[in-house]
């Protein structure tokens, strides 16, 4: 009986403290005031931090370690180099149609567009270079190599060197800076001329064609010394000695002398007076080529801008009865800007060429006919597109005509149309 009323006894306790114990394992989860456990939130977000930068790192190491192999293996003095040298250039082509359609397939008169109705594989050039600035307190050193390829190349080429038909070592000459006064520049070996408005590298000029100033009564390059001093900070003077127009190797034993002036009167105004003279013909010390050129260039506005030029030359014993030749002509450019990608340029020159000395069977891919003399007159409209910064889309028409009735294969007149394309690098 006592061991009968113990269990029951048992029984009861069980059975009161059973509903107690239930209801604490099953008690709801802390309110939000409770304090949370930072240690654990910590140590969560530090793994977290942790991988991400382990990823991070080997995405770098993937990126970059092709260039760090790369680096490790060029010598220093490269390196150097590649840092102080500068590298630009363009490639071009052009297409120009001859309403003459001359058998002999050359627009006459033309330097660097001279094919009629042929494509042309025009230029890649190469320029490469340290240039300098002028500096009144220290010694500098640069240099400038351009290179001409394809075929235009043979038009630029100077008696003495070439790189065959189809190249030409336009420019390879060493400048220093010498410190005195505001900086005195001296230039020695092959250097583009002085001379003139346009370009020889035309694909950079207003017209894709180049005008009869440029290309009958101007040089293309001189080999000799340059001297640049910067007079003030509108006026620049140059002053060379060299061997003459467009020879490298001397064909004669004088040396001839250009100057020129350039004065830039504010962002709107520019000009520059060159003079020349010297011996130029083979063998021959004592007739002289001697000349002055003029330009000036006026921005009237933004979007329009107005250029004017005039050359005057002679040469002693240089007509066909060894007498004093004289030459003159004059040009103008009218260029208004559309907008970023397009403008629109126009150009009209006029050459008197008296003696025929200029444009007789003159040196060039498409000489005009032997002559004792000619006027030339053209007219040149080119619109210019860039639909991409580095591209240059040209469509150009050209009028010119010749007081020689023969002049243009048989013709007083000759009209081309056509485009060129150059990619800027």
Not at 32 to 57: A, H, I
Not at 321 to 332: I, L, Q, R, T, V
């Amino acid at each position: 009986m006592k061991n009968i009323i113990v269990v029951v006894c048992l029984a009861l306790m069980m059975a009161v403290i059973t509903p107690f114990v239930s209801r604490a394992d099953t008690a709801a989860p802390e309110s939000s005031t409770s304090t949370p456990d930072w240690k654990q939130m910590y140590e969560e977000q530090k793994k977290r931090t942790d991988d991400l930068e382990r990823r991070l790192s080997v995405l770098e190491d993937k990126s970059t370690q092709d260039v760090y192999v790369v680096k490790e293996q060029v010598p220093e003095s490269t390196l150097k180099f590649l840092k102080q040298t500068e590298l630009d250039g363009y490639v071009s082509a052009s297409y120009f149609y001859n309403f003459n359609q001359p058998d002999t397939h050359e627009n006459a008169g033309r330097g660097f567009d001279a094919r009629a109705d042929e494509f042309m594989a025009n230029k890649a050039v190469v320029r490469i270079g340290h240039p300098i600035d002028y500096s009144a307190f220290d010694w500098l050193a640069g240099y400038s190599v351009k290179l001409i390829f394809g075929q235009d190349a043979e038009f630029t080429q100077a008696s003495g060197l070439s790189l065959g038909n189809q190249g030409d070592l336009f420019e390879a000459n060493v400048t220093v800076n010498i410190p005195v006064g505001n900086g005195l520049k001296m230039t020695l070996g092959k250097f583009g001329t002085t001379m003139g408005y346009e370009s020889t590298f035309t694909e950079e000029n207003f017209n894709w064609s180049a005008g009869n100033l440029w290309t009958f009564v101007e040089p293309f390059t001189h080999t000799g010394v340059l001297l640049s001093y910067q007079a003030t900070s509108e006026l620049e003077l140059k002053v060379t000695l060299n061997n003459g127009w467009d020879v490298v190797t001397d064909n004669n034993s004088s040396k001839s002398v250009m100057g020129t002036a350039t004065y830039t009167l504010n962002d709107k105004t520019s000009m520059a007076l060159t003079g020349y003279g010297g011996p130029e013909q083979d063998n021959n010390n004592s007739n002289w080529r001697k000349g002055v050129d003029f330009w000036i260039d006026q921005k009237f506005s933004p979007k329009l801008e107005g250029v004017a030029q005039i050359d005057y030359g002679a040469e002693d014993g240089a007509d066909f009865n060894g007498k004093k030749a004289e030459w003159f002509g004059f040009g103008g450019w009218l260029v208004y800007t559309v907008n970023d990608k397009w403008n629109v340029a126009t150009r009209a020159d006029y050459l008197k060429d008296g003696d025929g000395t200029r444009t007789s069977d003159a040196p060039s891919l498409a000489p005009f006919p032997v002559n004792h003399g000619q006027e030339l007159t053209s007219v040149t409209l080119t619109v210019n597109f860039r639909p991409v910064e580095a591209l240059r889309l040209a469509p150009e028409f050209r009028w010119d005509h010749s007081s020689l009735s023969t002049a243009f294969d048989g013709h007083d007149t000759q009209v081309t149309v056509g485009m060129g394309a150059a990619y800027f690098y």
